[in-house]
């Protein structure tokens, strides 16, 4: 069984621009999560889709979206990228909406550096 | 807000018990409580998780007070591997996942 997996490891980019950050879910599951890991602390929600759609979002804003693709994938796009976005990206994915029983499984991160 | 408190940082001797302990004085009745843990350079997985009872798998044990509003993860043979953040997070369906900094085990050799 493949884990979850996310591309790329590592990313450098300029104020104002765009990234888009790649996670490849577990066969099966079909609710993804996306955190935000700032140096030294937890990881934060970002939001969930569940069958390709968002079905959950912490308080972030809308320049934070997602998308949920039928083949286990899911992207993280973040529109005009600021200094405080820096941070290491997970994505969790589990085989049903993230209940009080499930475990998420998460994939390594992608580091964002934004200069 | 993380809803739980935990100490910053503990140390443990390898081959030792360790328990780390996590305080949740706000729980509801149907909130369970999770630990997960997140070795260096890797995301965070799941370790185990419990409601009332006492909870045993193969990585730890997870004790619940009886009032539930702390419990204690407790490994029962420290290795330099079991080095990393732990976290335990009151969570229930419904409800988005919320981390606390966590505490950080060291283990010495």
């Known amino acids: 069984e493949t884990g979850v997996t996310q591309s790329p490891t590592h990313l450098i980019k300029t104020r104002g621009q765009q990234v888009t950050l790649r996670c490849s879910s577990q066969?099966?599951?079909?609710?993804v999560s996306w955190y935000q890991q700032a140096l030294g602390q937890g990881p934060q929600f970002i939001f969930q889709?569940?069958?390709?759609?968002?079905?959950r979002r912490g308080n972030w804003p809308p320049r934070f979206s997602g998308l949920q693709f039928p083949n286990y994938s899911s992207e993280l796009n973040v529109n005009a990228l600021e200094l405080d976005d820096s941070a290491l990206y997970l994505c969790?994915?589990?085989?049903?909406?993230?209940?009080?029983?499930?475990?998420?499984?998460f994939g390594p991160g992608t580091r964002l550096t934004v200069l | 807000d993380a809803k739980t408190t935990q100490p910053n940082s503990m140390e443990s001797n390898e081959e030792e018990p360790v328990h780390l302990p996590c305080n949740h004085s706000?729980?509801?009745?149907?909130?369970?409580i999770h630990w997960y843990r997140q070795l260096p350079s890797q995301g965070p997985e799941y370790v185990i998780h419990?409601?009332?009872s006492n909870v045993n798998n193969r990585m730890a044990s997870l004790a619940i007070a009886e009032d539930r509003k702390s419990s204690t993860l407790i490994l029962h043979r420290a290795t330099l591997r079991d080095a990393a953040v732990y976290y335990c997070?009151?969570?229930?369906?419904?409800?988005?996942?919320?981390f606390g900094p966590g505490t950080r085990l060291s283990v010495l050799p």
């Open positions: 066969s099966g599951h079909n609710t």
């Open positions: 419990g409601l009332t």
């Open positions: 706000t729980i509801s009745g149907t909130d369970y």
């Open positions: 997070i009151r969570f229930n369906y419904g409800q988005n996942f919320v």
């Open positions: 969790a994915s589990s085989p049903w909406r993230v209940s009080s029983y499930n475990e998420q499984f």
């Open positions: 889709h569940y069958t390709e759609d968002e079905n």
